[in-house]
């Protein structure tokens, strides 16, 4: 069997220093020191995503072509690169040869799966000037007793751990991460996040490194204040934490459910605090049962790094014989020698080749070269975590192509194709990446696959791509980008929120929207959560007001053409400004600002309504006539018969019929002092013929005054009905204005006079092109006429066969008298031209 410690004779005169401590001592940075003040290097990693990390660091130090990336899944290889960064699996046994090899995360030999990879490594894997070996503390009395000669040296903490006891979520303080153990809380606290904090980063094992790439991202940037993850974190990532909350303090090892060892949590709690940034942890209250606690011994181990060291680590022969599968499945399972290492538990790949061994599928595995090639098919990593059975059947079908030779390119195209599908949930995406890591894997080997780099390249893509699909899925049902903007905004000064008006009136924060300005009235967003509309009204009234008021002032400055008198009030893009009031007999009317005017700025709302109220006083222009009416219905020179009459008219908005004016009181010496105020007394109406006009009426309608339907352009006639619009009366089936009617009855009245200015009783014909030429029919002229008291004889029709003019019909006036009408005073002498009109128009 061979010696697990075979090569250690072959460097005793390399230096190995062993640099142990807690998380935040500068370790890794260090060996990165190290490495790049040596000709080469090579460096592994317990991750994939640390492996990146620092590859990329060593990069911009050393210039792309002189560093290397390998992992399982990806290898980015310049041709002259002299300095490696490994996962731990893909690090070479030799170390390349390299002078300088470091191996990070040491304690992770005592891991019960990858264990006895760490601790080949640490045995075997040496730099041929200076190797260095990092980890916990807890490590040390095993390096001690495995590397004798190996320089131990203990970094202190560059910050302080504080217990601060459970806190809610609600309590968390920011740049906060939460600790869970399995994807069902981890999804769970990421929701609650969500809708109270704005949302989380996610970082799960499960996830492809890329993901958990931009997911960290998310976190550093500060678009997020909090990340949700489970123990991987605790792996070294590099995260700006101050404060680290465990959701449980216990977890699934793959055997049991257990209580986290000290060492464990402290591994966690240590990502609180950067350099030298105290750091705080506790756990998590609020949750369904009781919340978590920490032991007094616990928090003491943790505050103070004092834990029991480690007693043994795992070890399983890194080199077996491949005589044939017996024997190398009993290589597998040899202890070791040395008492402080312990047999590793069964792993995926060794139960992958027991299971097959029994299996048709191995019965071509005769030869050393064959067994060899097995062992490394069943060494594909389970990246889909589906089970011994589902991995085995999946390296079986393998086996029959590798078995062969290669894997034809056509079906690992076929293969990758499939997994090109960016649609579905997390856990389908989550799916596909592990699926296509696999096929990464397998691509990534030499011997394996034909046109390798062609397909290596095409699973990388989709990988790629597959990742972005997950992470735009996670942030789209763990991140609301606009709460936690407003999160982080709302405890700060107001002043400074990046709170942005459009031109559209969208608001906007930071570039998310959220709602709209119309008028100066803010709307939240539709589309939001109902537990996210309060703190966007928190945080519009705290920030509009400035903006507002900076419209505001906009605006006055402005012709304010947009500004429209409608409905009884001022409007701006179809939204209320201030009500117009009118009040002690007036038509100046009192502005009344709705409350988001109230709310402007003092100085714009001062400006604003002082535009406003010149604006108003020069739209209302038309409406002069009227408030002359007002004015002579206060004077004190009207008398009360003629300020009755102005109200009557002041009520009709401008006009009144003669039957309800009460003009039977007016005393006649009045009439003179009201023409000049614009009134005209007509046959039918008593009208300011000023007010007939489109604008003075549009703006009666306008302002609420006159509630009677509005014609527009107050068209000549138009058609009748029950409700008329203002200023007409009917005509038949038709309807004229009442000025016309006026100029038509005028005219008849004036061919009546001329008639009748010998004999009143003479009949008298009357020519109607004039109302026709208005626009009213033949019909609806004889009626206008006849509610004037014009009454029509028509003429007989000519004999049949008779030729010659027809003959005119014939008129008469014969008006209905009321009343008081019979009481009233003489009328003008017989025999006067106008007598007759004269007494129609009293």
Not at 82 to 110: H, I, K, S, W
Not at 129 to 134: N, Q, R, S, W, Y
Not at 423 to 448: E, F, H, K, N, V
Request: a positive charge; hydrophobic letters at 45%.
């Amino acid at each position: 069997m061979p010696n697990h410690r075979c090569h250690l004779g072959l460097v005793q005169d390399s230096a190995i220093k062993a640099v142990l401590g807690p998380t935040n001592t500068g370790k890794t940075h260090l060996a990165i020191e190290r490495m790049c003040g040596h000709s080469s290097g090579c460096m592994g990693f317990p991750l994939r995503l640390l492996a990146r990390e620092v590859y990329d660091r060593v990069r911009a130090i050393k210039g792309d072509a002189q560093v290397a990336l390998i992992t399982g899944e990806e290898r980015i290889e310049p041709k002259d690169a002299r300095y490696l960064c490994c996962t731990v699996e893909a690090m070479p046994r030799d170390g390349a040869n390299a002078a300088f090899v470091a191996l990070d995360e040491a304690q992770l030999a005592a891991d019960r799966e990858r264990g006895h990879i760490f601790t080949d490594r640490l045995l075997n894997t040496r730099g041929r000037e200076e190797t260095m070996l990092l980890g916990s503390a807890t490590v040390a009395p095993l390096v001690r007793e495995l590397v004798p000669e190996a320089e131990i040296s203990d970094r202190p903490r560059f910050s302080t751990l504080t217990h601060i006891g459970p806190r809610k979520l609600s309590r968390l303080p920011p740049r906060s991460a939460i600790v869970a153990f399995s994807a069902e809380q981890v999804y769970a606290v990421a929701e609650m996040l969500r809708r109270f904090r704005g949302g989380a980063a996610v970082v799960m094992g499960a996830l492809s490194p890329e993901t958990r790439n931009k997911q960290v991202a998310l976190f550093q940037s500060g678009e997020v204040d909090y990340i949700v993850a489970t123990d991987a974190i605790g792996m070294g990532l590099n995260l700006d934490v101050n404060h680290v909350a465990f959701a449980g303090l216990t977890k699934f090892d793959g055997v049991r459910q257990r209580r986290l060892l000290p060492a464990e949590m402290a591994q966690i709690a240590g990502r609180a605090g950067r350099h030298q940034r105290d750091g705080t942890f506790g756990t998590l209250a609020g949750q369904r049962g009781p919340a978590p606690e920490f032991t007094e011994e616990e928090i003491y181990a943790i505050e103070e790094h004092r834990f029991a060291p480690l007693t043994h680590l795992f070890w399983r022969e890194p080199e077996p014989r491949c005589d044939n599968l017996a024997t190398l499945i009993a290589d597998l399972e040899a202890p070791p020698l040395d008492p402080v290492l312990r047999l590793a538990p069964e792993a995926i790949d060794l139960a992958t080749v027991k299971r097959l061994a029994e299996e048709p599928v191995s019965a071509n595995v005769r030869t050393p070269g064959m067994v060899r090639r097995f062992w490394e098919a069943c060494s594909l990593p389970d990246f889909r975590q589906r089970g011994p059975d589902v991995h085995a059947r999946f390296v079986a079908r393998l086996w029959q192509d590798l078995s062969e030779g290669y894997l034809g390119a056509d079906y690992v195209a076929a293969r990758i194709s499939e997994l090109d599908n960016m649609a579905g949930d997390i856990d389908t995406l989550q799916g596909r990446i592990a699926a296509i890591r696999s096929w990464a894997y397998i691509c990534q080997r030499p011997d394996w696959v034909l046109a390798r780099d062609e397909m290596a390249s095409r699973a990388r893509a989709v990988e790629a791509k597959l990742s972005d699909a997950l992470h735009a899925r996670l942030t789209e049902r763990f991140v609301n980008r606009r709460t936690a903007i407003l999160m982080k905004s709302l405890g700060e000064d107001a002043g400074m929120l990046p709170i942005e008006l459009g031109e559209d009136g969208s608001v906007t924060v930071d570039g998310e929207h959220l709602g709209k300005v119309e008028g100066f009235r803010f709307v939240v967003d539709p589309g939001a959560r109902h537990e996210d509309r309060r703190m966007l009204l928190a945080a519009a009234e705290k920030s509009l007001p400035r903006i507002l008021g900076e419209q505001a002032k906009a605006l006055a400055a402005s012709d304010m053409a947009d500004v429209e008198i409608a409905r009884g009030a001022l409007r701006w893009r179809g939204e209320e400004l201030a009500r117009l009031e009118f009040r002690d007999g007036t038509v100046t009317p009192i502005l009344q600002p709705t409350r988001e005017i109230s709310a402007l700025p003092e100085a714009a709302r001062t400006t604003l309504l002082a535009a406003l109220q010149a604006l108003v006083a020069a739209r209302l222009a038309p409406l002069e006539a009227l408030e002359k009416l007002h004015a002579a219905a206060r004077d004190p020179e009207a008398g009360s018969q003629a300020r009755a009459l102005l109200l009557n008219l002041i009520a009709g908005h401008g006009f009144v019929s003669r039957e309800r004016a009460g003009i039977e009181h007016l005393p006649k010496e009045m009439r003179p002092f009201l023409r000049k105020i614009g009134v005209t007394f007509g046959a039918l109406d008593i009208f300011a013929p000023a007010l007939l006009k489109p604008a003075p009426r549009q703006l009666l309608a306008s302002l609420g005054i006159d509630r009677r339907p509005l014609q527009d352009g107050m068209l000549p006639v138009i058609a009748g009905g029950k409700r008329l619009p203002s200023g007409y009366r009917p005509a038949g089936d038709q309807a004229i204005r009442v000025d016309l009617a006026e100029k038509i009855l005028r005219a008849a009245h004036e061919v009546r006079a001329k008639a009748q200015a010998k004999d009143r009783r003479r009949k008298f014909v009357l020519d109607l092109s004039l109302p026709i030429s208005i626009g009213l029919e033949e019909k609806n002229a004889v009626r206008l006429l006849g509610s004037a008291g014009f009454r029509v004889q028509h003429a007989r029709k000519l004999p049949e066969g008779a030729f010659g003019p027809a003959r005119p019909d014939l008129w008469e006036w014969r008006p209905a008298r009321r009343k008081q009408e019979r009481q009233a005073p003489a009328a003008p002498r017989e025999g006067s031209a106008f007598a007759a009109l004269a007494d129609l128009m009293r």
